[in-house]
Each structure stands twice: as structure tokens, then as C-alpha cells.
């Protein structure tokens, strides 16, 4: 069985079922390795922000909504990150960005670890965008 590379919290995924739900379409994130708010999580909804050849899909969220939940990385960032286990959290306050969690008064933020040896192993594959 392979070892996903994302995962959401629960508190992270109540927000993303009431995004869902008060947005009407389905959502991805895109983190893309920036500054400052460019190294957040960004959330949006699908079709909002466009993926390209310079991005990875991590995988896929399934926090409960209608269909699950895209995760996409720059490459340049990926291969900084290519080693670390993702979990997408939230925390009160407010991100300068785009995301559309700004309003609710919550922003995502990453929770990151290093895999085991053991689960470096056995990841699951990243596609290109």
C-alpha cells in the first residue's frame, strides 16, 4: 500500500465542507514555495487558479466534500519537499492572499514531518501537471 504524501485535519477539512458548500464548486490548494503568504496553502476553487506544466499534483484530499480535494506544488518546491509528509491545518487569523478562507477568520497553514526510511519506500507517485 503506498504512503500518502498529504493529509487534512479534522478542523482543516470542517472548513473545507463549509468552502465547499458556501461556494458552490469544488475546490484544490496550490502551494507554491513563495514568500511571506506564498508559502501558505492556498485554497480555491477549481478552475480559479490554473495548474501548468511547472506544477505537481501531490494528491488528493477526501475531507468530506462531494469529491475530493487536489493538492498541487510548484516542482521547484517539490523538490524541497519531496521528503516531508504534508498535513493541511488551519489557525485562527488572516493570510494577506487569495485563498478564500480569508473571510471566515481561519487561514490554512501546512503542518510538515519528515517520511521514515520506511515510508520514503513505498510513496505514492506525483503526476505533472
Known sequence: ???A????????AELLRKLR???????????????????????????????????VLLGRLEPGTPEP????????????WSHTHITIDVTPGRGAGFSIEGPTGMRFIIRSRIFTDEESQDLEPVSAG
Request: charged share 10%.
Open 1 to 3: 500500500m503506498s504512503v
Open 5 to 12: 504524501r498529504i493529509a487534512v485535519t479534522d478542523a482543516a
Open 21 to 55: 458548500e458556501s461556494h458552490g464548486k469544488p475546490l484544490m490548494f496550490h502551494q507554491s514555495g513563495g514568500c511571506c503568504d506564498g508559502s501558505a496553502p492556498m485554497c480555491f476553487t477549481q478552475g480559479t487558479f490554473l495548474t501548468g506544466p511547472a506544477d
Open 69 to 80: 480535494v487536489p493538492v498541487w506544488i510548484s516542482q521547484a518546491q517539490f523538490q524541497y
